[in-house]
C-alpha cells in the first residue's frame, strides 16, 4: 500500500465514530451468531451428503422379501419394513444363546458393534441391549464371497438379520458377553444402515471424563487414558449414549426401583393415585415453582402431589402412593438435582405415632435392594464393569439417629462449633455418612426429629420440643434420598404454623378444609426415583440415571 492510501485509509477511520460499548457488544454477538448459523450449514451439508451416500449404497445392495424367503439371495438390504407383510423367522435373542445352542441353525436381530473384514473373512459383533455374541464368516463352497463383501460394506450400529449355525467357540471370545460360542454366518441382511455417529458406542461405554480421571491409576498420566467422552456431550447425543450396556442397565434398575416401590405398597393395601401437576399455586408454599400461562390466566408446574395425596388420605383412601413427575424451579447445578424428576411419594394415616410409617419405610427399602439384589444382579454386574462400585451395605435393623444426635456426631468429629437447628449442607450429610459407615457398618440409615425451622408449613411439631419436629430423612452413601414426616391435621394448628413461617393459605383453602371434616391422623414421605437408584449403584450423578435429564441449563433433547 502506498504512502497515499495509507493516508486515506486513516482519514476513513477518523472519520468513523468509536463504537459505544453497547455497541461493540452487539456486534461481537452479530458475528458469533453468523459463525454458528455458518457451523450449523456445513454440518447440514454434510449430513446431507452422507445420507444420500446411504441411500446410494442401500440401493445398489436392495433385495426383495421374495428372494428373502426363496434364499435366492442371501444378501443385501431389506426393502423398508412397513409392516406390509409378516414372515415366519423365529428369531433368538442373544442373552439365550449358549453351548446348548451348538449346531442349530439361529436367526439374531442387531446391532452391528464391531466388524472387521479382510479378503474372504470376516467377524462381526453383533450387540442386542446388554449381551453380544461373535458371527464369523469365511468365503467358500458354504459361504458366497457376496456376503462376506456385503458385510465388509456395513457400518458400526446397523441393524442387521443374520442367520448362522451356532457352534461352540475353540478358544474363549472375551470381547463378547456369549464368550463360550460362535456363529457361523449363512445370510446377512440389512434392516437399517447406521450413519457415523457423533459419538461411538464404545467410547460410550467408557467412564466419563470426571469418572476416569477419579479412577486412573497413580501411575497413568491423563494422555495415556483411552478416549472418553464428557457429560455434556454425552447428553447432547444421549440416544447413542444409551446404548451403552451400563447405561441399559443402569435403567433396568432404575425401573426395578418404581416396580418394587409399587409392588411393596400394594402387598400393605395401599392405593396408586394420579394428582394433578397443572395447580393454581406452589405445593410446597414457596416460590420455587415453573408459571405457565393457563387460557387467561397463570399456572404452576407442582413441585409435589403433597397437598394432594393428605387429601386423597382425607377422602378415605387410606394408604396412597403415586410414582410421577416432579418440577422443581431451583437453580441449583450439582451432580443430586433436576428440575425435574420422578417422585416416588406416599401417605398413610397413623394409629398413635409417625414412627409406624418409619418403620414401614425401613421395611420398603430394604425390600427394594433385597429385591434388585435378588432379581437383578446381571444388571448390576454390567454397571459395575463400567462404573466399578462397592455394593450398597444395609441392614434390615436400620441405624437411626436424631437430628441432635448427628449434629453431636459431627462437633466430635471436627466441628464444635455446629449449630443447632441449622440444617445439614451437602458436604456435612456426606461426613456424617462416612461417620455412620465406620461406626454402624451401613450406607442406609435415618435421621429424626428435624428443626421445626427447616420443614415445610404443613409438618407437625414435636410435643416434647417444639424447636424439632416429627420428621425425618432417610440417606444413601451420605446422600438424602427421601424425606417424610407427620403432617399437621388440625386445621387451627395448621394455620398458625403456617403464620408463623410467613405461608399464605389463601390459595390453598381447599386443602386446608380437607381437615375441618374430621381428620385421619397421618405421615408420609417422598423420594427422587433418579437418586434411589444413582445412589444404589453409587455413581454419583443422578443424571445417569435420567433418561432426558432437565435442569437449570438443560432443556434438551
Not at 397437598?307 to 451432580?335: C, H, W
Amino acid at each position: 500500500m502506498s504512502e497515499e492510501d495509507k493516508k486515506v485509509v486513516a482519514e476513513q477511520s477518523e472519520k468513523q465514530p468509536a463504537l459505544t460499548p453497547e455497541e461493540k457488544k452487539k456486534k461481537k454477538e452479530e458475528e458469533k451468531k453468523k459463525k454458528e448459523q455458518e457451523k450449523l450449514r456445513k454440518e447440514q451439508e454434510k449430513k446431507q451428503k452422507e445420507a444420500d451416500l446411504l441411500r446410494e449404497k442401500y440401493e445398489a445392495d436392495k433385495v426383495s422379501w421374495e428372494q428373502v424367503k426363496d434364499g435366492s439371495k442371501p444378501y443385501g438390504n431389506y426393502p423398508l419394513v412397513q409392516s406390509s407383510h409378516r414372515n415366519d423367522i423365529d428369531y433368538t435373542p442373544i442373552h439365550t444363546l449358549n453351548k446348548d445352542a451348538d449346531g442349530k441353525v439361529v436367526t439374531v436381530r442387531a446391532r452391528i458393534h464391531t466388524i472387521r473384514a479382510k479378503g474372504k473373512s470376516c467377524f462381526v459383533l453383533l450387540r442386542d441391549g446388554m449381551y453380544t455374541v461373535q458371527a464369523l464368516g469365511f468365503a467358500g463352497d458354504e459361504l458366497p464371497v457376496e456376503v462376506v463383501k456385503f458385510a465388509s460394506r456395513l457400518s458400526k450400529e446397523t441393524v442387521i438379520d443374520l442367520t448362522g449355525k451356532v457352534k461352540i467357540a475353540e478358544e474363549e471370545v472375551k470381547s463378547a458377553t456369549q464368550s463360550d460360542i460362535e456363529i457361523n454366518i449363512h445370510k446377512i441382511y440389512c434392516v437399517s444402515l447406521s450413519a457415523t455417529p457423533p459419538i461411538s458406542v464404545e467410547d460410550a461405554m467408557r467412564p466419563g471424563e470426571e469418572d476416569e480421571k477419579e479412577e486412573a491409576k497413580d501411575a497413568q498420566t491423563e494422555s495415556t487414558l483411552p478416549k472418553t467422552i464428557g457429560q455434556e456431550k454425552r447428553l447432547d447425543n444421549r440416544v447413542i449414549d444409551l446404548r451403552a450396556p451400563a447405561h441399559i442397565a443402569a435403567f433396568r434398575i432404575q425401573s426395578a426401583v418404581g416396580r418394587f416401590f409399587r409392588e411393596f405398597l400394594i402387598n400393605k393395601n395401599f392405593t396408586e393415585i394420579h394428582t394433578p401437576k397443572l395447580i393454581a399455586g406452589a405445593s410446597e408454599g414457596g416460590a420455587d415453582v415453573f408459571k405457565v400461562q393457563y387460557f387467561q390466566g397463570d399456572a404452576c408446574l407442582a413441585q409435589s402431589p403433597q397437598l394432594y395425596k393428605q387429601m386423597a388420605v382425607e377422602g378415605d383412601f387410606g394408604g396412597v402412593f403415586e410414582i410421577g413427575p416432579v418440577f422443581r424451579a431451583e437453580n441449583s447445578n450439582t451432580s443430586r438435582h433436576l428440575t425435574e424428576f420422578v417422585g416416588l411419594d406416599l401417605e398413610t394415616p397413623i394409629k398413635q405415632n409417625y414412627l409406624e410409617v418409619v418403620d414401614l419405610l425401613i421395611e420398603m427399602f430394604v425390600y427394594i435392594f433385597d429385591q434388585m439384589n435378588a432379581k437383578y444382579s446381571k444388571e448390576i454386574e454390567v454397571v459395575k464393569s463400567q462404573y466399578p462400585f462397592q455394593d450398597l451395605v444395609y441392614t434390615k435393623e436400620n441405624v437411626r439417629l436424631s437430628f441432635a444426635d448427628a449434629v453431636q456426631l459431627l462437633r466430635e468429629d471436627g466441628n464444635p462449633a455446629r449449630e443447632d437447628y441449622k440444617d445439614f449442607e451437602s458436604l456435612e450429610e456426606k461426613r456424617l455418612g462416612e461417620i455412620v459407615r465406620e461406626k454402624y457398618h451401613t450406607d442406609f440409615f435415618v435421621v429424626d426429629k428435624y428443626p421445626m425451622a427447616v420443614r415445610p408449613f404443613y409438618t407437625m411439631p414435636c410435643p416434647e420440643n417444639p424447636n424439632y419436629s416429627n420428621s425425618y430423612d432417610f440417606f444413601i452413601r451420605g446422600q438424602e434420598i427421601l424425606s417424610g414426616a407427620q403432617r399437621i391435621h388440625d386445621p387451627s394448628l395448621l394455620e398458625k404454623i403456617a403464620a408463623d413461617k410467613g405461608v399464605s393459605l389463601a390459595p390453598l383453602q381447599s386443602y386446608v378444609d380437607a381437615f375441618k371434616y374430621g381428620a385421619w391422623p397421618h405421615a408420609g414421605a417422598g423420594a427422587g426415583l433418579e437418586r434411589v437408584a444413582a445412589l444404589f449403584l453409587g455413581v454419583g450423578n443422578v443424571r445417569k440415571t435420567s433418561l432426558f435429564p432437565r435442569d437449570p441449563k438443560r432443556l434438551t433433547p
